[in-house]
C-alpha cells in the first residue's frame, strides 16, 4: 500500500503502474491531512498482484502557484478568447483649479514639501468632535456625488472639477491640492493605477476599474474618504 499525506499544503501528483498512468486519480489532488489510501476493492487481477510496485510522487506547491496553474488550465480548455485591456496611459493635465482666498488653507499650501506627522496624540473635546463630524458628512456627500459621475466617456478631469467645486461651495478646501506638490483637487486611481492617480483628460472606458480618494480641510480638520 502506498500513501502521501502534507498538512496544509496543496501537492500535486502523478502515479504509474508499470510504466502506465494510472488513470483513476487525478494529476493535482489536495491534502488536508487525510492519507491518501488505495483499496484491495480498486485492484484486481494483475492490478491485484502488482499494486505495492505503485509509486506516488509528490510536488509542493504556494498557494499562489496553484492558483496560476489553475488559471492557465482553465485558459487552455475554454473557447473564449480572453480580451486583454491595453496599458493605462497617461493623458493630459490640466492646469489646477483656484481656491477663494476667503476660504482657510491646510499650512503645507505654497510649499512643494510634505508635512511632517506629529508625534503627539490630538485628544479631542467637544467642539472639536463637532468639527470633525462636519468635515465627515461633507467628505460623504462628496465622495457619493462624485461616485455618480463615473460612467464611460467621462474623464478623470472632469470628476475632478465636479468634486473641486463641491468642496469649495461648502466653504473647505480639497486636501490634495498642493500637498507635496500634487495638482489636482482629487485622486483618481484607474486600473493598474493602485493610489494617488492624477486626473487628466483620459476618458474612462467600458470595464475599468476605478477608485477616488475624496479628502476635504474644513474647520482645521481634514477628512479622508476613498471608494
Given at each position: 500500500?502506498?500513501?502521501?499525506?502534507?498538512?496544509g499544503?496543496?501537492?500535486?501528483?502523478?502515479?504509474?503502474?508499470?510504466?502506465?498512468?494510472?488513470?483513476?486519480?487525478?494529476?493535482?489532488?489536495?491534502?488536508?491531512?487525510?492519507?491518501?489510501?488505495?483499496?484491495?476493492?480498486t485492484?484486481?487481477g494483475?492490478?491485484?498482484?502488482?499494486?505495492?510496485?505503485l509509486?506516488?510522487?509528490?510536488?509542493?506547491?504556494?498557494?499562489l502557484?496553484?492558483?496560476m496553474?489553475?488559471?492557465?488550465?482553465?485558459?487552455?480548455?475554454?473557447?473564449?478568447?480572453?480580451?486583454?485591456?491595453?496599458?493605462?496611459?497617461?493623458?493630459?493635465?490640466?492646469?489646477?483649479?483656484?481656491?477663494?482666498?476667503?476660504?482657510?488653507?491646510?499650512?503645507?499650501?505654497?510649499?512643494?514639501l510634505?508635512?511632517?506627522?506629529?508625534?503627539e496624540?490630538?485628544?479631542?473635546?467637544?467642539?472639536?468632535?463637532?468639527?470633525?463630524?462636519?468635515?465627515?458628512?461633507?467628505?460623504?456627500?462628496?465622495?457619493?456625488?462624485?461616485?455618480?459621475?463615473?460612467?464611460?466617456?467621462?474623464?478623470?478631469?472632469?470628476?475632478d472639477?465636479?468634486?473641486?467645486?463641491?468642496?469649495?461651495?461648502?466653504?473647505?478646501?480639497?486636501?490634495?491640492?498642493?500637498?507635496?506638490?500634487f495638482?489636482?483637487?482629487?485622486?483618481?486611481s484607474v486600473?493598474?493605477?493602485?493610489?494617488?492617480?492624477?486626473?487628466?483628460?483620459?476618458?474612462?472606458?467600458?470595464?475599468?476599474?476605478?477608485?477616488?480618494?475624496?479628502?476635504?480641510?474644513?474647520?482645521?480638520?481634514?477628512?479622508?474618504?476613498?471608494?
Open positions: 500500500m502506498a500513501f502521501a499525506a502534507a498538512q499544503a496543496s501537492l500535486q501528483l502523478s502515479s504509474s503502474l508499470h510504466g502506465e498512468p494510472f488513470s483513476s486519480f487525478s494529476k493535482s489532488t489536495l491534502f488536508m491531512g487525510a492519507p491518501l489510501t488505495f483499496s484491495a476493492s485492484l484486481s494483475k492490478q491485484l498482484y502488482s499494486r505495492n510496485k509509486v506516488v510522487f509528490s510536488k509542493k506547491l504556494s498557494g502557484e496553484e492558483a496553474r489553475i488559471r492557465r488550465e482553465r485558459e487552455l480548455t475554454s473557447d473564449t478568447k480572453v480580451r486583454r485591456r491595453p496599458p493605462l496611459r497617461r493623458g493630459k493635465v490640466s492646469p489646477r483649479l483656484p481656491v477663494p482666498d476667503h476660504i482657510p488653507k491646510p499650512p503645507y499650501v505654497g510649499s512643494n510634505l508635512p511632517e506627522i506629529s508625534s496624540y490630538q485628544i479631542h473635546d467637544s467642539e472639536g468632535i463637532a468639527c470633525m463630524r462636519a468635515a465627515c458628512e461633507l467628505a460623504a456627500r462628496v465622495l457619493d456625488n462624485a461616485g455618480k459621475l463615473v460612467r464611460p466617456s467621462v474623464t478623470t478631469n472632469e470628476i472639477k465636479a468634486v473641486h467645486q463641491m468642496i469649495i461651495d461648502a466653504g473647505a478646501y480639497p486636501s490634495p491640492l498642493g500637498y507635496g506638490g495638482p489636482k483637487s482629487v485622486c483618481t486600473n493598474e493605477c493602485m493610489c494617488h492617480g492624477i486626473p487628466d483628460s483620459r476618458q474612462l472606458q467600458d470595464g475599468d476599474i476605478i477608485n477616488i480618494d475624496v479628502t476635504v480641510y474644513l474647520n482645521l480638520v481634514a477628512v479622508v474618504l476613498s471608494i
